[in-house]
């Protein structure tokens, strides 16, 4: 029995730009870009990499959440600006995430779907503005969130009108050592059951590993995982931030290949 808000099977559509719309639900859901938007020429080049080989939504930061302050904190509204040349030049639905209600509305002019990071799981403020939209929210699961918390956030966005809702597990903090976070892959099955909400996974800062990305990603699917979200980048050892996690190109066919 369901003690939280969701009580059915919930489908929605993803407007595309000039394509299809994507029913959330029935099409596998397939984000991919790199972590964060460098400039338009490494955006684009990622943009029509991914989509020719099958993703169908396009990932960048414009606004990145960073340990440290001196790490690069993204372009910001000139990332958005970038996001939306490279959505109109290529027909892909695009997501970014929102740190701060301010920028919600300039966010909300250009991305499809409003990312919530793990680091904002609990901002509950984000959360109500968020829920005020008309427009799909990502929300990813918190560092060191269990299932029950990550539900009663997806509530608060929820109460206030807004049941569109992707859930993304993206691993949370354990003691082992070998990969950044820990992949919780029963999150799946666990979400799915209690709140009939699509959820994706997100395998680039679950394992925070490239070699683990590909298997990890076939993983999250065979557990009935509605998509997936993995970073790309044209060059990851030079990349502005989760190099190590990003995959190469070819990386990203071959793992296109083996989920055909
Ligand atoms: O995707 C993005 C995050 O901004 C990134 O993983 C943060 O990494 P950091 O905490 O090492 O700066
Ligand atoms: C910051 C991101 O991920 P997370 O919130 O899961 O760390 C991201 O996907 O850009």
Not at 206 to 225: D, E, F, H, N, Q
Request: hydrophobic share 40%; charged share 25%; aromatic share 6%.
């Amino acid at each position: 029995m369901k003690k939280n808000l969701f009580n059915e099977d919930l489908k929605f559509e993803i407007n595309i730009c000039d394509e299809k719309k994507i029913i959330v639900k029935e099409d596998k859901l397939i984000m991919a870009g790199p972590c964060a938007i460098e400039s338009y020429e490494q955006l684009l080049e990622t943009a029509k990499f991914v989509k020719s080989k099958g993703a169908n939504i396009l990932r960048g930061g414009a606004y990145k959440p960073r340990t440290s302050p001196n790490s690069f904190q993204g372009l910001k509204e000139e990332g958005l600006e970038i996001l939306k040349a490279v959505k109109k030049e290529t027909g892909l639905p695009v997501i970014t995430e929102l740190m701060d209600a301010r920028e919600l509305d300039k966010l909300c002019e250009v991305s499809d779907i409003i990312q919530i990071g793990s680091r904002n799981m609990q901002n509950f403020t984000l959360l109500t503005e968020v829920g005020k939209q008309n427009k799909p929210v990502m929300l990813k699961r918190g560092i060191s969130a269990s299932i029950s918390e990550w539900i009663g956030a997806a509530e608060y966005i929820a109460v206030g009108g807004n049941q569109k809702i992707i859930m993304c597990e993206r691993g949370i903090r354990t003691y082992n050592d070998y990969t950044r976070n820990t992949l919780d892959l029963a999150a799946v099955p666990i979400i799915q059951k209690e709140t009939g909400l699509p959820i994706i996974v997100d395998p680039s800062h679950a394992t925070g590993v490239r070699y683990l990305v590909k298997p990890m990603s076939i993983a999250s699917l065979a557990a009935g995982a509605d998509g997936i979200m993995v970073e790309v980048h044209p060059d990851p050892v030079n990349a502005l931030s989760d190099g190590m996690q990003s995959l190469h190109f070819d990386e990203f066919e071959d793992l296109m290949n083996s989920i055909k």
